[in-house]
């Protein structure tokens, strides 16, 4: 095991941060979860929705160690980057959702 990063912001933003990421993976699996009670009425489209999220939950877990690690660096270097790349995945991913949304609610 490893030891732990230490840092020295008293607001522990890098662990928050990661408590937020953490929610936002548990979202992705409720949410798939639920898309499961319409999967009579759409079939194969509902699998492919599920399908996305829980990819981009377990995503969003196997790359969180990383971002939590940079986070730390950052902040014991002084220097903290916005981490551009996992917003706008995020981002696009969610847009797409919605109009998945769209599309499944106007084809019934």
């Known amino acids: 095991m490893s030891t ?10 890098p662990e928050r941060t990661t408590l937020a990421w953490t929610r936002t993976t ?3 699996a409720v949410c798939s979860a639920i898309l499961l009670r319409w999967l009579p ?14 990819a981009m939950a377990f995503g969003i877990y196997a790359t ?6 940079t986070s730390v660096q ?14 706008v995945t995020m981002t696009l991913a ?4 919605g109009v998945a949304g769209i599309i499944l609610i106007l084809i019934s």
């Open 94 to 97: 969610l847009i797409g959702f």
């Open 26 to 28: 548990v979202s992705y």
């Open 41 to 54: 009425h759409y079939g194969f489209y509902i699998v492919a929705l599920i399908g996305l999220m829980v």
């Open 74 to 87: 950052g902040l014991v270097a002084g220097r903290v980057r916005a981490q551009v790349g996992a917003v």
């Open 64 to 69: 969180q160690r990383a971002r939590h690690h």
């Open 4 to 13: 732990p990063l230490i840092h020295d912001d008293p607001g522990l933003q």
